[in-house]
C-alpha cells in the first residue's frame, strides 16, 4: 500500500475534539463532569445570538399582547360609545398594525429560537460523544448501552427544547410583570384584586416543580432500563432463539414498558395538576374583576372600555401563568436531563490528560502489565517489545487476554499495573487523537454503519480519493469482492453491515484501519473468517507494508508469516524457527 494515505488528512477521524463547537473539551480532562446548572449555561453561551435574537422578538411579541386590549378598550370608548366613526377608524387600524407586528414577533421568536436551540444541541451531542469515545473498558462497563443512548438522544433533545423555550421564558416574565404594572393603574379596586392574585401564584409555583422533578427523575431512568431492553431485544435476540430464549427478553422489553407507562401517567398527574392550577387564579381574578369594574361602569366610575382591557389584561395575565408553567416544567425536564448528561461527562474524568505528541516511528514497549476486573483473577501479561517495522503474531486460548494486550497497547484501556511506551513515551502522556493517529485498532468483531462502502471507508475523511479506498481494498483481498457489486464503493452495506458476509465485513473494516495510515497496525483475528487463499493475500499485503503489525490469532497461517510469535498460554518450543515467549 503506497504513501499517499498518510498524507492530507488521508485517514480515518472520529469526532473533532479541537474545542471548535464551543461546547467540546479534552477528551479525557480531570476533573468532574459540569453540574446541571454549567451545563445549561455553556448550552446558552454557545447558542446566545440565537437566543438575544428570539428574546428580542418574544419582547415585541409581549409588547404586543399588551397593547391590544388598550387599543379595544380605547376603540370602545373613543368610537363606538362616542358614536365617532373616524376615531372607530384610527383604532381599528391601530389594532390591525399590532396584530401584525405581532405575528412579525412570534415568527422571529419562534425561529431563531428553533436555530439556538438545534445549534447548541448538535455541539452538546459532540460533546457526549467526544467523552464516550475517549473512555476506556472500566469506565464503559458503567453505563448500559441502552442508557446511553437514551441520554444521547432524550436528554439532549430535551435541552433542546428548553434552549428553544428559554427566550419565551424570559420575556414571558417580563410581560407577567408588565401587565400587572398595567392592570394596577386601572384604580384601587381593581388593581387590587389584579395584584391579589402574586402570592397565590407564587404559592402554587413553588408546591409543583419539585414534584415535578422527582417525577421525571425516576421517568428517565424508565427509560433507560426500557432502551436497555430492546437493545436486548434486537441485538440478543438472534443469538438465544434456539434456546427459547426470547419469550424472556419479550417479558423483559414488556415489564420495562408498563414501568415507563407507569412513570409516564405519574408525570402526567402532576403536570396536569400543575397547569390546572396555575392559571385558575387570574382566572378566578377575572371574575372578581368583572363583578367589581362591571359595578364601578353602572355608577360612572368607571368606562367600558377600561373594563374589556381589564378582562383582556386578566385573560393574558392567565395565559401568561399557563405558558410559564409549562416552561419552568420544561427548566425542571432540562435540569433532570443536565444531570444525566452530565455524569456522562464526568465518567472517567479523572483520567491523566494526554498532552505529547506522539513520535512519528518507534518501538512499542509493555512492561509488567497487570490487568484486575472485579470477580476475576487479576490477569498478568507478559512483558513486551516490538521493533519498528516488526510482524509480531500473539497466539494463546480463548482467556489468555489477547485482546485484552491489544486494547492495551492502542490506549484503549489502562493497566491496574504496568506500562506501555511507544517511542519511548508512556502512551497516558500522549494526545488522544495523535495516538490514534500512530496507533490503529482494528477488533476482532467490527462494525459498519449505515451508508455507503466508501463512507465506511473514509469515516469522514473526504480527503482520501476513490483510488486510495480501492488500494487499501486491495491490500486487505476484499477488491473482487468490490469489483463485483454494481454500484462498487456506492453500495450501500446496511444497518451494522448487514448485506456483507462475516469474512466481507472483516476485510473492509481491515481496509477502514489501513487508510488510517498509521506506524503501528493493531489486529485482532481479523482473518477468522476468510478461506486460506484469502488470508495469504492479506498477509502478502500486510508483509509489504512499511508498518509495525501485532497480530493477535488463532490461525496457524498467521503465526507462520510473522516474524515472532509471542504465545500467551504455556510455553512451547517448534522447528520452525520462530521464537515463541510464555508468560511463565
Known amino acids: 500500500m503506497s504513501d499517499p494515505q498518510r498524507s492530507g488528512g488521508g485517514g480515518l477521524s472520529g469526532p473533532q475534539r479541537s474545542g471548535r463547537d464551543g461546547l467540546s473539551g479534552p477528551r479525557r480532562s480531570g476533573g468532574d463532569g459540569p453540574g446541571p446548572a454549567a451545563l445549561l449555561r455553556s448550552c446558552l453561551r454557545h447558542a446566545a445570538r440565537g437566543v438575544t435574537a428570539s428574546w428580542v422578538g418574544g419582547l415585541a411579541y409581549q409588547g404586543g399582547l399588551i397593547l391590544l386590549p388598550w387599543c379595544l378598550g380605547r376603540a370602545l370608548d373613543e368610537g363606538i360609545t362616542a358614536g365617532d366613526r373616524p376615531a372607530l377608524a384610527r383604532w381599528a387600524a391601530a389594532t390591525l398594525a399590532v396584530s401584525a407586528a405581532l405575528t412579525g414577533a412570534e415568527f422571529a421568536m419562534r425561529w431563531w429560537a428553533a436555530l439556538a436551540g438545534v445549534r447548541a444541541g448538535n455541539a452538546l451531542l459532540l460533546r457526549l460523544a467526544a467523552r464516550v469515545l475517549g473512555w476506556d473498558a472500566r469506565t464503559a462497563g458503567g453505563f448500559s448501552a441502552g442508557d446511553l443512548v437514551t441520554r444521547g438522544t432524550r436528554d439532549v433533545e430535551t435541552i ?232 509480531v503474531a500473539v497466539v494463546g486460548g480463548v482467556g489468555t487476554g489477547k485482546t485484552t494486550l491489544l486494547r492495551l497497547l492502542a490506549g484503549l484501556e489502562e493497566p491496574s499495573a504496568g506500562t506501555v511506551r511507544f517511542g519511548g513515551t508512556d502512551l497516558r502522556e500522549l494526545d488522544p487523537d495523535g495516538l490514534r493517529d500512530a496507533i490503529t485498532i482494528v477488533g476482532q468483531r467490527p462494525l459498519l454503519l449505515s451508508g455507503t462502502i466508501a463512507e465506511n471507508l473514509r469515516l469522514g475523511r473526504d480527503g482520501l480519493t476513490d483510488d486510495a479506498l480501492r488500494e487499501a481494498c486491495r491490500t486487505a483481498a476484499v477488491d473482487t469482492f468490490l469489483d463485483g457489486l454494481p454500484d462498487g464503493l ?95
Not at 416552561?327 to 444531570?339: I, P, V
Not at 508498518?547 to 493477535?552: D, E, K, L, N, Y
Open 160 to 391: 433542546i427544547v428548553w434552549i428553544a423555550a428559554v427566550p419565551s421564558l424570559v420575556s414571558g416574565v417580563l410581560g407577567l410583570v408588565a401587565v400587572i404594572a398595567v392592570v394596577a393603574t386601572l384604580g384601587p379596586a381593581l388593581a387590587a384584586v389584579g395584584l391579589a392574585t402574586v402570592p397565590l401564584l407564587v404559592a402554587v409555583n413553588l408546591w409543583y416543580p419539585r414534584r415535578y422533578e422527582r417525577a421525571n427523575s425516576a421517568l428517565s431512568a424508565a427509560h433507560s432500563a426500557r432502551a436497555d431492553a430492546v437493545e436486548d431485544l434486537l441485538s440478543a435476540g438472534t443469538a438465544v432463539r434456539g434456546l427459547g430464549g426470547e419469550t424472556e427478553l419479550v417479558r423483559r422489553h414488556r415489564a420495562a414498558s408498563d414501568t415507563v407507562r407507569e412513570r409516564t401517567l405519574a408525570l402526567a398527574r402532576v403536570a396536569a395538576s400543575w397547569a390546572a392550577h396555575a392559571p385558575f387564579v387570574p382566572w378566578l381574578a377575572t371574575a372578581a374583576g368583572v363583578g367589581v369594574g362591571g359595578l364601578m361602569v353602572l355608577d360612572g366610575a368607571f368606562s367600558v372600555g377600561g373594563l374589556v382591557a381589564f378582562a383582556g389584561w386578566m385573560t393574558l395575565l392567565g395565559r401568561q401563568v399557563m405558558m410559564l408553567t409549562f416552561r419552568f416544567s420544561q427548566l425542571g425536564d432540562a435540569w433532570t436531563a443536565a444531570s444525566r448528561i452530565g455524569a456522562v461527562l464526568g465518567a472517567g474524568a479523572g483520567e491523566a490528560a494526554g498532552a505529547g505528541r506522539a513520535p512519528e516511528d518507534g518501538e512499542l514497549v509493555a512492561a509488567d502489565l497487570v490487568v484486575e476486573r472485579p470477580g476475576r483473577a487479576p490477569l498478568r501479561l507478559p512483558g513486551l517489545t516490538v521493533h519498528s517495522g516488526a510482524f
Open 490 to 584: 456506492a453500495t450501500a452495506v446496511g444497518e451494522r453491515g448487514s448485506s456483507v458476509s462475516g469474512g466481507q465485513l472483516q476485510r473492509l473494516a481491515l481496509a477502514r484501519g489501513l487508510l488510517r495510515g498509521a506506524r503501528v497496525l493493531l489486529l485482532d483475528d481479523v482473518t477468522s473468517a476468510v478461506d486460506a487463499a484469502t488470508e495469504r493475500r492479506i498477509l502478502d499485503g500486510l508483509r509489504a507494508l512499511d508498518v509495525t503489525i501485532v497480530f493477535a490469532t488463532s490461525r496457524p497461517a498467521v503465526a507462520a508469516a510473522a516474524d515472532r510469535v509471542i504465545d500467551l498460554g504455556e510455553a512451547v518450543t517448534t522447528t520452525t524457527g520462530k521464537e515463541l515467549v510464555g508468560n511463565g
